[in-house]
């Protein structure tokens, strides 16, 4: 067990070096991958912010997203994304945490020595506007279930 505890520390030694990095690169590529959205590195984090409406959906959204990989050394997610407007307050039935924030994925589903890209998490944002759409319209949430 020493040698796990060892590795996920210097894993996060080495996040921790090379922040800056990370975060100016996952920012380029979202920024090429994703026009809808800006970007800017504020501390140990990158902040985005913009408007979708996915294919399908009734309304355009804006949409705030928090990236933090010292967060997820952490324990702790690496996104945080809100819907900022319309207003989507948090309800047991739809996949949202407490904070009001998007549950796009189920964690012990990924990895745990791979945190997610950005990149990766944007088309997911897209896919729970969708299904939230069709909650509101048949009150039953489409997809896989993790109960919060």
């Known amino acids: 067990m020493k040698g796990i505890g060892t590795l996920e520390i210097n894993r996060y030694a080495a996040i921790g070096r090379n922040l800056s990095s990370?975060?100016?690169?996952?920012?380029?590529?979202?920024?090429?991958?994703?026009s809808w959205l800006n970007c800017i590195t504020s501390g140990s984090k990158l902040l985005c912010k913009g408007y979708l409406q996915p294919k399908g959906?009734?309304?355009?959204?804006?949409i705030l997203i928090?990236?933090?990989?010292?967060?997820?050394?952490?324990?702790?997610?690496?996104?945080?994304?809100?819907v900022v407007h319309p207003n989507i307050q948090w309800n047991k039935e739809i996949?949202?945490?407490?904070?009001?924030?998007?549950?796009l994925y189920y964690p012990p589903d990924l990895p745990?020595?791979?945190?997610?890209?950005?990149?990766?998490?944007?088309p997911w944002v897209a896919e729970w506007l969708?299904?939230?759409?069709?909650?509101?319209?048949?009150?039953?949430?489409?997809?896989?279930?993790?109960?919060h």
């Open 112 to 122: 745990l020595a791979m945190p997610l890209s950005l990149n990766t998490i944007l």
């Open 66 to 82: 928090e990236y933090s990989p010292l967060d997820y050394c952490m324990g702790n997610r690496i996104e945080k994304v809100w």
């Open 57 to 62: 959906c009734c309304r355009k959204y804006e």
């Open 95 to 103: 996949h949202m945490y407490k904070n009001d924030t998007l549950c």
């Open 130 to 147: 969708v299904k939230y759409e069709f909650w509101e319209r048949f009150k039953v949430w489409i997809g896989d279930e993790a109960k």
């Open 22 to 34: 990370i975060l100016n690169i996952e920012k380029a590529i979202v920024e090429i991958n994703h």
